[in-house]
């Protein structure tokens, strides 16, 4: 379905049919009406705002052998597509096996600490960087009054605001319209989705300079590119397309060599700046990250510019 232009702009992580559940027809959703859950989800919430038809949903943990059981799911819309990921019993570990713990390998490279999240959603990115690095000041903008209030309901999200107070700052508005800190976050990521698909605004040079002026001298954006892993709701914004396309936007603003990328289950992630090529630079930023994250730092390759990421 259409969405009006003043629509959220929310965040998938991954198709429910990519996560083997039981798959929701694609062509189903783009009507209005939201489709079942697949029976390995059980409805805990259900709620309708002026944006969002917003769900929250329990993955069983007797699916046994599966990356989310017993994970807490943000669905929103007819989809079904995720967009925050927690396991309330494990809250001593923030970590979800998805692009959100790459995001938490940002702050050792970043000049200050302080991190913008654009596209804040139910706050899985801001919980793990708030677990490894309780120094770092978060501010996050998300659209939707009614997803932050879910988000505080039931993802634990007003006793991480209280065990934070100073250092998580949540925005209600449009993340497009964001202002730095003075002197600039250390940091951003944008993590931005409309109706299953990268914004649009995200395909041109211009937003990237936009975002890019956020950040202080030194500092890096990490990109949720979306791929293979999201479908778009409206016909023709094939994931792997928009995905390409984003990346050229990146490059047409930052310059050729500036951006990295990695991919984490068909889900891509960008970097600013070139990506650590030094054995002896990839080594210092793995001794400054928790062992759970190390592994990703090996994963970067510099983006050839050509739509091959």
């Keep these: 379905m259409a969405f009006p232009v003043a629509v959220p702009r929310p965040r998938p992580i991954l198709r429910l049919d990519r996560l083997h559940l039981t798959p929701i027809r694609a062509a189903a959703a783009r009507t209005p009406v939201p489709q079942p859950l697949p029976d390995e989800l059980q409805l805990v919430a259900d709620v ?5 038809h917003i769900r929250v949903a329990d993955v069983s943990p007797r699916a046994a052998g599966h990356p989310l059981a017993g994970a807490r799911l943000l669905l929103l819309d007819g989809p079904g597509n995720i967009h925050s990921v927690s396991f309330p019993r494990r809250p001593y570990c923030p970590l979800t096996s998805t692009y959100f713990d790459v995001f938490a ?4 490279l970043l000049p200050r600490p302080s991190l913008a999240v654009l596209g804040f959603g139910a706050g899985s990115a801001a ?8 120094d770092i000041s978060v501010h996050g903008w998300e659209l939707d009054p009614s997803v932050i209030a879910v988000a505080r309901d039931f993802f634990s999200l007003a006793e991480l605001e209280r065990d934070h107070a100073g250092r998580l700052v949540i925005h209600v508005g449009d993340a497009l319209e964001a202002e730095a800190v003075p002197g600039g976050f250390g940091g951003v990521l944008v993590d931005l989705f409309a109706n299953g698909s990268v914004l649009p605004e995200l395909q041109k040079a211009d937003a990237w300079r936009q975002i890019g002026a956020m950040v202080a001298p030194g500092g890096r954006m990490m990109v949720n590119c979306g791929g293979g892993c999201v479908e778009a709701e409206e016909e023709g914004r094939d994931g792997e397309a928009v995905k390409d396309a984003t990346l050229r936007a990146m490059v047409a603003a930052f ?4 951006v990295a990328v990695l991919s ?4 891509w992630v960008a970097m600013t700046a070139p990506v650590a090529r030094a054995s002896e630079e990839a080594a210092a930023w793995k001794a400054r990250l928790p062992p759970e994250l190390g592994h990703y730092i090996d994963m970067w390759k510099p983006h050839n510019g050509n739509g091959d990421a």
């Design 48 to 52: 309708r705002s002026p944006h969002n």
């Design 105 to 108: 390998t940002l702050p050792p």
């Design 127 to 134: 919980r793990a960087l708030l677990h490894f690095y309780p």
């Design 255 to 258: 310059g050729e060599g500036m």
């Design 264 to 267: 984490v289950d068909e889900s």
